[in-house]
């Protein structure tokens, strides 16, 4: 069915943010399925349905995360068809009426732009970069104060070779062939991509551990890519894990990478998803200029630069965690 005579829609990019422990994943779930597990995608939908929009909303996600895993910052564009007459809603109204119809509260919308129509959140995505949170000294699941369950990994282990980890880390970062460390059902073409950054780094400690409990400690993983395969990152943090408990030599890593084999003994291990954060999605410049939206926000915030822009390029499988 094409628009309605005289009718508006506009495109809008939408970030927002979740903790994954109750959802299926981001995507959707449709049919049946959804009578045992629901995505993110199906609340966000269910809540664009109050916009009351000529043509249905479908919420194009920029990054597909698995079961568990959660998103600081997630990004996705969606239309929406208003009646004729009537004009395209503000950035701001959308942000506020998705926020007070959204169904779950481990859900939240952070900010909305006015982009244009051919702009595709997954596509245009430049840069995506995923926390991992580990934390050593944690013998046994009570021991782990009960807000930091399913938002880390806990280690039995009492400490980690961290420079050996970071050691590693060096062999991963370039332009490689991942295919060792890609999960079994991936939609991707190429198992080429570009790792930019991948750090090991102590986290300051956790707000939610008492001061009795300082044999816990904290540490964040994080790697950033345009995008990643699937599991990419939860398999190179278990490597990386143990290469920290000397179950492996950094050297090793690089044989691992260059095996292109994901069946492996050490990298068929795939990190829990219940450590792994999503943490920012990125944008690069709009050829022919920039929305007047995007500019007039100038805003600074989580996941997107001070001064939002916006790229268009060809298609690539987007970050699949």
Known sequence: MGPAAGSVTARYLVYFQYLGTDFNGVAAVRGSQRAVAVGVQNYLEEAAKRLNSVVPVKFTISSRTDAGVHALCNAAHLDVQRRSGQPPFSPEVLAEALNAHLRHPAIRILQAFRVPSDFHA???????????????????????????????????????????????????????????????????????????????????????????????????????????????????????????????????????LESRDPLGRHQARVAPAHGLFLKSVLYGRLAGGNPASVQREGKEAPGWPKNLQLENSSPKVGGLE
């Open 122 to 256: 997954r596509h245009a995505a430049t840069s995506r970069t995923y926390l991992y949170r580990l934390v050593t000294g944690c013998h046994r699941p009570d021991q782990l104060s009960v807000f930091e369950r399913n938002r880390c990994w806990p280690l039995r282990a009492g400490c980690l070779d961290v420079g050996a980890m970071r050691e590693a880390a060096q062999h991963l970062l370039g332009t490689h062939d991942f295919s060792a460390f890609q999960s079994a059902g991936s939609p991707a073409t190429s198992s080429v991509r570009t790792l930019r950054r991948a750090s090991v780094s102590p986290d300051p400690g956790s707000p939610f551990v008492l001061p009795q409990e300082n044999r816990l400690r904290f540490w964040n993983l994080e790697f950033e890519s345009q995008s990643f395969l699937y599991r990419q990152v939860r398999r190179m943090t278990a490597v990386l894990v143990a290469v920290g408990l000397g179950a492996l030599m950094p050297a090793q890593v690089k044989v691992i």
